[in-house]
Every structure is written in C-alpha cells, then in structure tokens.
C-alpha cells in the first residue's frame, strides 16, 4: 500500500527536489535522512514529514527525543 501511496505522491507531486522512499522501518527511515542530511554538498537542511498512525509518529519522535532535530 506504501508504494502506491508514493506513487501516486510523485505523480501530484511537480517539484523536481522531491525524493520519495518507502522505507521498511521507521529506524531505518529517521537514518535515511539522517544520512541525506550530511551528504548535503551546500549545507542546507532536509525536511522529513512524518505521517500515519499514532504509534508510528510516536517511534519516530521517540527516536529524535534530545536530538536537535524537532
């Protein structure tokens, strides 16, 4: 179901900046942007928009509790 979620997010979506991932997990989500974030060449920052359930949302900010990413 999440691939055709992301699908059809990059057909509404025009921005050539876009990067859409289904990714297995939310651990290895929050490092896949992590992971954008320092190969950044100009130094700019990546933007992760978290969505779905309460219990997914909730592991996400579970895991960026202390950090300074919220």
């Known amino acids: 179901m999440q691939k ?3 699908k059809r997010w990059g057909e509404l979506d025009t921005a050539s900046s876009t990067n859409i991932q289904v990714l297995p997990s939310v651990e290895e989500a929050v490092e896949y ?4 974030e320092m190969n950044q060449q100009d130094g700019s920052k990546v933007h992760a928009f978290i969505t779905g359930s309460v219990h ?3 592991r996400a900010l579970g895991m ?3 950090v300074d990413a919220l």
């Not at 942007?33 to 954008?36: D, G, K, Q, S, Y």
């Open 4 to 6: 055709n979620f992301a």
């Open 33 to 36: 942007v992590r992971n954008l």
């Open 56 to 58: 997914l949302v909730g």
């Open 64 to 66: 960026l509790e202390g």
